[in-house]
């Protein structure tokens, strides 16, 4: 059986949150759930896992869990992070350019370089363009669009000048500027996106209910646990909401605006 957690995996906190799984699986064991690795387990590929019939517990992005996991998975609920942008479960992208490079209005990336991390990205994509569409932005805005596989390397590209502008999801914002400053220095950021719930943790879809209480509980246990203090804080984690499957749906809805609003694409 396999635990993931993946999605905010930077080399400089892998410590912090191999230790944070093991607070997790502490709890979930003392509320007598059974088959919980002692370990997680490390993908090369953070979607790998949430198809994967030995999964029992991940974190996975709101849009690819609407999008294409959601006969797969279920939500348990979304942690909170101290992170400017955050407000409880909720989250949303900073929109950030090369600082001095005279860009000071959302118009005036007409016909920029856009670095996205994923075409199935809440924060790199779905935001950005909710954000874009409530400016009256329009198809083809872009003068062309980079994937570059991830919101750090979407950071390094705009560094560079490979990329003129990405959005970059806020806490991976915050985990930067606390354990990679020197990558954030030559960016500044131009905009925020609206927001959205964040990161959820999830189960496989046939969970039932009492199963996914007792995952609840469990991260509420965890988040008790002194011996996780550290681990939390380099994770800057310092929450939990019981969110549920259809509270996602809110995603669903921002993606429809955006494109009642004339903009289907980002790119």
């Not at 790998?48 to 030995?54: F, K, Y």
């Not at 294409?68 to 348990?76: G, N, S």
């Not at 350019?97 to 990205?121: M, P």
């Not at 209910?209 to 246990?221: E, I, L, M, N, S």
């Amino acid at each position: 059986m396999i635990a993931t957690l993946d999605m905010y995996d930077f080399p400089e906190i892998r410590e912090a949150t191999d230790a944070w799984w093991e607070a997790l699986a502490r709890g979930f064991s003392a509320e007598g759930l059974s088959g919980i690795p002692p370990h997680r387990t490390r993908s090369p590929e953070e979607s790998a896992a949430w198809s994967n019939p030995d999964l029992v517990f991940t974190q996975i992005c709101g849009y690819p869990l609407r999008k294409r996991y959601r006969d797969a998975l279920r939500v348990v609920g979304t942690p909170h992070y101290q992170a400017e942008g955050c407000d409880g479960p909720r989250y949303r992208s900073v929109v950030i350019v090369q600082r001095g490079a005279g860009i000071t209005s959302i118009e005036a990336l007409e016909g920029a370089r856009l670095a996205y991390n994923g075409a199935l990205s809440q924060s790199g994509m779905s935001a950005f363009r909710a954000l874009l569409a409530a400016h009256g932005i329009k198809p083809d805005f872009f003068g062309d669009a980079v994937w570059s596989h991830g919101h750090r390397a979407s950071v390094s590209m705009v560094t560079s000048g490979e990329a003129d502008t990405a959005a970059i999801d806020c806490v991976t914002w915050a985990l930067l500027q606390k354990h990679a400053p020197k990558e954030c220095n030559a960016v500044e950021v131009l905009a925020r996106t609206p927001d959205a719930p964040g990161l959820p943790y999830a189960v496989p879809i046939n969970v039932n209910d009492q199963t996914v209480a007792a995952y609840q509980r469990g991260v509420k246990r965890a988040l008790a646990d002194p011996t996780a203090q550290s681990a939390r804080d380099a994770l800057l984690i310092d929450g939990f909401s019981s969110l549920t499957d259809a509270d996602y749906g809110e995603i669903d809805a921002m993606e429809t605006r955006a494109r009642e609003r004339g903009l289907p694409s980002l790119f």
